[in-house]
């Protein structure tokens, strides 16, 4: 374990700083990044059952002059 080391409160400490100040970050970008590309993958489809793949219902696209995403 960890603690059976002589420098853990420093490996501790490091890890602690790196978690703040560069994966916690990181990981925000990533989770907003994520839900653009799945909303982009999600128009894409719809765009290719407008454009004439089988579609069992009809579909309506709503645009809106100001949108803002659902997400922060």
Known sequence: M????????LVKA??????EGKWRPWAE????RRRTIRLYSQLFTLKQQCEGAIVEAQLELVMYRNF?????
């Open 68 to 72: 803002k995403p659902p997400f922060p």
């Open 2 to 9: 960890l603690t059976d080391f002589p420098i853990s409160a």
């Open 29 to 32: 970008e990533e989770k907003l």
């Open 14 to 19: 490091q890890f602690a700083n790196y978690l």
